[in-house]
């Protein structure tokens, strides 16, 4: 299967009505429609993060992408900026970088999220699991956006994306207890920041992907398997089942979130804001 733009059409023109007799056209070139913008994709070397960064540069805009070890491949049109941004420090060096070399920012990709707390439920889990958790998944976001909005809203334009999960409304215990209260906390955050900063031009998304086919995901059945001792397969089938199973049958690709990251930072979602996307083949059971 093939995604991205060659299934697209280079151009397409939109009409809109002004007024009862004339009409003003929009030309969107896929090829191009991010030519010109600076975008930032938090953890932008691995999984979905990747998948991201390249189809923003496959549409034309400068990409720059953070994480704390360098990619495995490199790319030389992705500026690499090394960084904990689970800290406070590692936040403000990509703030300042970003701002200091390219001047400004228009697309903020947080995608960057992680879990790693013990499986064991509640009980399993002391203040720092639950902080470290948080700042990754809720205080890093938070953190960037407050850096980059002030320029934004000073051009009055700009758009950011949280990857949440459907573990915001959609909760597994066992080992991601801390992971998914951040995500609820995210998708919540995203929606009143919405609020606030949209009638200012910025718009405010929130993407929340259900299991996805990434090295991370598999080290996670992994860790299932060990803890559980199983096998993967079984680890594998017992996520399923806690899900309710996936309608579609699998998981998602890293390439299939970023096509739909790709249209909504894009000027054809021109007119979305303050909602959330759910990308899951179905797994959430309920409206
Ligand atoms: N995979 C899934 O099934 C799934 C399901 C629902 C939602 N999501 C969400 O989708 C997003 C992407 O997930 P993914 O599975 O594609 O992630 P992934 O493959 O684990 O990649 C995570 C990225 O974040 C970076 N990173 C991790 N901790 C960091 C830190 N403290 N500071 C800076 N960078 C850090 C990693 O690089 P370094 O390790 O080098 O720092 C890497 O680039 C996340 O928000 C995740 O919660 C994923």
Do not use: C
């Not at 991201?52 to 070890?69: D, P, S, Y």
């Not at 707390?117 to 990754?136: C, Y």
């Amino acid at each position: 299967m093939q995604f991205g733009f060659p299934l697209l059409p280079e151009r397409v023109i939109l009409r809109k009505f002004v007024s009862k007799n004339s009409t003003m056209e929009y030309q969107f070139n896929y090829n191009n429609e991010l030519q010109g913008k600076i975008a930032l994709v938090t953890g932008g070397t691995k999984g979905a993060g990747k998948a991201i960064a390249e189809r923003l540069l496959q549409a034309g805009a400068t990409v720059i992408i953070t994480a704390r070890n360098a990619p495995e491949e490199e790319n030389s049109n992705l500026h690499f900026i090394p960084s904990d941004l689970s800290k406070a420090e590692g936040t403000q060096k990509v703030i300042s970088e970003v701002l200091s070399t390219y001047g400004r920012l228009d697309i903020l990709v947080n995608n960057l999220g992680s879990s790693s707390t013990p499986a064991g439920g509640f009980a399993a889990l002391n203040d720092e699991d639950w902080e470290s958790t948080l700042q990754a998944n809720l205080l890093a976001p938070v953190r960037l956006d407050r850096g980059f909005l002030p320029q934004m809203i000073e051009r009055k334009s700009g758009v950011i994306i949280h990857i949440a999960s459907i573990q915001g409304k959609l909760p597994l215990y066992d080992s991601t207890l801390p992971y998914a209260a951040s995500k609820a906390g995210l998708r919540n955050y995203s929606k009143s920041l919405s609020n606030e900063v949209t009638p200012k031009g910025i718009r405010v998304l929130t993407v929340s992907p259900g299991w996805i086919n990434t090295t991370a995901s598999e080290a996670w059945l992994g860790e299932i398997a060990r803890n559980a001792n199983s096998t993967v397969e079984e680890a594998q089938q017992s996520v399923m089942d806690a899900l309710g199973g996936i309608p579609f049958g699998r998981p998602a690709e890293p390439k299939e979130v970023a096509e739909f990251v790709g249209f909504l930072v894009s000027p054809r979602a021109g007119y979305l804001t303050g909602t959330e996307f759910i990308i899951d083949g179905g797994t959430v059971p309920t409206i």
